[in-house]
């Protein structure tokens, strides 16, 4: 896994654009898979999730911290969220931190914990 991640979750499909969203949801599948292929991402994953009332899906994007901020960026990527935005409910985009990246991630958890005092 890369050192950074950006996690793609989203809720339920809004009543009436499921088929749109077939079609948002075909739309950045054939994208992450152009950025894997071209090396601008290190790779990416699809989860749909039985349903359960909070979370429908999500896809998870790995790369670099540049790459991804490039990603974030690009006009393309940002259309596909406007779509998904109205076809879905609770669409989210996070940052955090792959295998690769752990240490930097803990270190600056380890950091924050040494300046909260402790209760015993």
């Known amino acids: 896994m890369a050192e950074r991640v950006l996690i793609i979750s989203w809720g339920q499909p809004v009543r009436g654009r499921e088929q749109h969203g077939l079609e948002v949801f075909g739309e950045s599948v054939a994208y992450y898979t152009e950025l894997r292929d ?7 994953e699809v989860m749909i999730l039985e349903p359960n009332g909070l979370m429908e899906g999500c896809m ?7 790459q991804l901020d490039a990603v974030r960026e ?7 969220m406007i779509d ?3 076809i879905v409910d609770d669409l989210r985009v996070a940052e955090g931190y792959g295998s ?10 380890a950091d924050a914990v040494g300046r909260v005092p402790q209760m015993a």
Do not use: C, N, T, V
């Not at 071209?38 to 990416?44: C, E, K, L, S, V």
């Not at 998870?60 to 540049?66: D, V």
């Not at 690009?74 to 596909?80: K, P, V, W």
């Open 38 to 44: 071209a090396g601008r991402i290190a790779g990416f």
């Open 60 to 66: 998870l994007l790995e790369g670099s911290h540049a």
């Open 74 to 80: 690009e006009e393309r990527f940002r259309r596909l």
């Open 84 to 86: 998904a935005s109205l």
């Open 100 to 109: 690769d990246g752990m240490d930097e991630a803990m270190a600056l958890y």
